[in-house]
Each structure stands twice: as structure tokens, then as C-alpha cells.
């Protein structure tokens, strides 16, 4: 069940008077408006208004042909049918936001000053992020998100609490026309958000925000409505609960099971099996016959992982020996063997280092973030054109069941090339590839995803803000090799599985 789905229908619902069931006894919105106006011309008979304080003021009412129209304090009527969304019941009425609110900016606060013991929480665009010893608002009031990613969400203030510039401040004008919470529901339903200004980050303005038209419910009306949905909350948020510990119950058993994978306790051993040890001897005797026909250069680093007659682990590069015990994360079935990825895949590369040119068409790019999800986008693809693609070609060419790893950004996800095609990669992508098909690129696609590939890389994680991921921690990475029958088997019981999950997972969201 889509819970937020759910939420934003039942808010669609209450904005359009669907909800409840109307009461003709309730005093409909417009009497509670035209009293307010007559309430606002006395205080200005009285000099307690002036006229720019009432300047923006507008009447939006229904003409005898069913349509819409604006009346202005010049005593100017507009049509405006075309900016009335939907009908609503007999009863309510319309008005500008700026007829309900106005907006000011919240101030300016330094990161260094918050805490987590202060008397006050701060507020910015993404709600509640520290506390502070001051306030400049009280309880119960509104905060817009002004700038980024949050900008246009909605939130009431529990108690005293410090605004920062990151928000706006919403000032109820007119307090008898809507419930405070009320009012939150309907801004929220809004979407302020889509009312940003095209910068190089979304912002939202009271330029944007204020000329909204909303629809005005009787005041009992949206105390019944609000009764209603505090009935249904915490029914939503029960499911929504239960579906947090499925999904995260899920994500254990993915992990739990690549877990196993990797420990050679995910299906049973054959010992018919050909050994991993004579796969990787195999290996490099096929490099070495590539290396004299001069396809691919000799690898200074190239190791051999080996278990000693006293039964520690030792690593030969070259002429020499060390002892890496330490590194060995846990044991091994018997005919498994331990491998530098750079053993198994030649080679490991990354892509180009150029910023490109984009185009309309041309030649396929991908970064990092085209695998975020790790399955290549293809719908969400850049292209370079022919002239750069032959300047900055990548150093090897992706090829069918090639493994691209994500270097930076959400570093460590990977995915397998499963298209024909020809394609430039960034530097923000590695590319591995098997030697000659001697490991199935399926096993090593699931196995780099295991906890305990992760947690290598991350361990190996360099740099200031962006993390990169190097090549040489990369090609470095250990990983267990089981007999080629069992890579298979490996993979397709781990996709058994994981087809089982997901379906579980699409059914619940």
C-alpha cells in the first residue's frame, strides 16, 4: 500500500469538501468573508487601517453565468474561471492567500550555534535540524521551506522556536477564516515547491506564493474535517510503521543471503566441481598467452594467494612473499580459493577524466549516476558527439557483461552491461571485466554488493567532500572464488531469491 499516496488522497478529498458531509446549518465561508470586509471598513472609517493596508484585497465570487470573476479595490471585475482548479460545495468560497497571510523571512543563524541542548528548536526548509538558545517566533506558526530541496514544505512550530533564512514565516492576517491546521493541510496540498523560481537551486517566494487562489471552507467544516483525519492518521501511520519494518526486514534478508553467498552457504558444495585453484591457474595461463601476443601488458602486481603448510595465508608478487592473515575476512569451503579482483578482471579502468560536451545524439555517455539503482538507466542517458567520442574514447570499450562500478557518488553500487551497444564512460565509473569468461559476471555482480565488499570499500574511501573510490583499492579487493558450477548456481538461487523479495516489496508499496 502507497501510504503517501493514501495521505495525499485523503487531502485531495478534504480541500475539495469530499471528505465530511456539508451541514446546511453551518454559516457558509462567504458570510464569515463579507463580515471580515465590513469589520475592515469600519476600521478604516476609525483610522485603525490604511488603505494600503487593505490595497491587495479581493472578492472572488460566482456571476449569474455560473463563471468566476475578481472584484479589485478599484471596483475593476476580472473574469478568472481559468484559474479556479474545481467545483467546490455550496457553502465555501475562494480567496487569494494574501487575503489570508503574509510572509516574511526567517534569520540568518550559524551552524556553529546550534546544539543539542538548547531551549528552542530551529527550523529551516527540511523542518527541525538543532536547537538554540533563542527564538523568534512563537507556537503554532507556519513555516515555509524557502530554498532547495525541501523548498515549499510545510510545518507548525510546537512551541517557541528560531526560524532561519532558510524558511519563510507565515502570518495569519485573518485568523477567523481558517484553523491553523487547516491551513497547514492546505498549503501543504498546494505544493509551494512548483511555484520556484528557475535558479540554480529552487527557491520560493512570496511572489509566487501569495497570489494562489484557496478554497475556504464554513470554520465547523474544517473542524469536522480535521476531526476526520486525526481518525485516519494514525491508522496510516501504523501501516506506514509496519511497512518501514518489512521493507527494512527485506533489506536484512537481501544482506543475510549475500552473507551466505559469500561464505559458500548458499547452496551446497559438488566435490565433482572443478577446483577454483585449477580455474585461476587457468586464468593465468590464458593472460599469460594474451600477454606474448602482445593484447594486454604484464601486471607488476599480479598476485597468487596461497594457504601455507601452517595453514596461514600468504600473497606472492613477484619474488615476494608476505603474510596477509589479516586481511582474510573469514574462511573458505574447501576447492574455494581467495583472488585480487585485479586477478579475475583485466582490466580495471575508470573512464575518462574530460569533462564532455553534450549533445542531442551521438555517442551513448554514462556516469555514476546512471547506476544508482544498479541497473544502468538507459532512459536517462547523455550523449557526446562523434568528434569528442573519438577524442576522449574511453580507455577500454564497455562490452556486453562488463561490470561498471561506481566510483563517487553512490559509491560501490554496481551494474552489468546487458546491451549491445557503443558507449563512452566518466572517470566516476570503473570498468571491470573477466578474463575471458572464466567468472560468471553475475556472481561477481551480487558478491561486490555483499556487506563485506562494502565495507572494504568504504574503508578505502578517500577525499574531501565528493569520497572517491580508487582504482588501486579497487583492484586490490579480495574476493572468494568458488568452482565455476557453483558461481551459477550462486547467482541464479541469489536472483531466485531476490525475485521473490521484490514482488514482495511492490505488493506492500
Known sequence: ?????????????????????????????????????????????????????????????????????????????????????????????????????????????????????????????NGINGMYSYYNVEPKTIVIGRVGYYCGSVYKTISKAWVTDNALIATIKEPNIFDIDFLVSTLTYLNLGTTSVSTAQPVVSGKGILPLIVPIPPKKEQNRILRQIKKIAPLLDAIENSQKETLSLIANTKSKILDLAIRGKLVPQDPNDEPASVLLERMRAEKEELIKQGKIKRDKKESVIFKGDDNSYYERVGDIISNIDDEIPFELPQNWEWSRLQTIC?????????????????????????????????????????????????????????????????????????????????????????????????????????????DYFKSSLKGIGVPNLHLEHIRTTLIPIPPINEQNKIAERIYQYYSLLDSIVQNIE
Open 346 to 454: 583485466y582490466p580495471i579502468t575508470d573512464g575518462t577524466h574530460k569533462t564532455p560536451t553534450y549533445s542531442d545524439s551521438g555517442y551513448i555517455f554514462l556516469s555514476a549516476k546512471n547506476i544508482t539503482t544498479g541497473k544502468i538507466n538507459w532512459n536517462d542517458i547523455m550523449y557526446i558527439p562523434k568528434s569528442l567520442h573519438d577524442e576522449l574514447y574511453s580507455r577500454v570499450s564497455p562490452k556486453m557483461n562488463d561490470i561498471l562500478l561506481a566510483k563517487n557518488g553512490t559509491t560501490g553500487v554496481a551494474a552489468i552491461v546487458d546491451r549491445e551497444c557503443e558507449f563512452d564512460i566518466y572517470v566516476t565509473l570503473a570498468l571491470l571485466r573477466v578474463v575471458n569468461n572464466n567468472i560468471s559476471s553475475q556472481y561477481l555482480l551480487k558478491i561486490i554488493a555483499s556487506d563485506t565488499i562494502q
Open 1 to 125: 500500500m502507497d501510504t503517501k499516496a493514501l495521505r495525499q488522497k485523503i487531502l485531495d478529498l478534504a480541500i475539495r469538501g469530499k471528505l465530511v458531509p456539508q451541514d446546511p446549518n453551518d454559516e457558509p465561508a462567504e458570510v464569515l468573508l463579507e463580515r471580515i470586509r465590513e469589520q475592515k471598513q469600519q476600521m478604516l472609517k476609525e483610522g485603525k487601517l490604511k488603505k494600503k493596508d487593505i490595497k491587495n484585497d479581493t472578492i472572488i465570487f460566482k456571476g449569474e453565468d455560473n463563471l468566476h470573476y475578481e472584484k479589485f479595490q478599484d471596483g475593476t471585475v476580472k473574469c478568472i474561471e481559468d484559474e479556479i482548479p474545481f467545483e467546490v460545495p455550496e457553502g465555501w468560497a475562494w480567496a487569494r492567500l494574501q487575503y489570508i497571510i503574509s510572509l516574511s523571512s526567517g534569520k540568518t543563524i550559524k551552524v556553529r550555534q546550534l546544539t543539542d541542548e538548547g531551549d528552542f528548536p530551529v527550523y529551516g526548509g
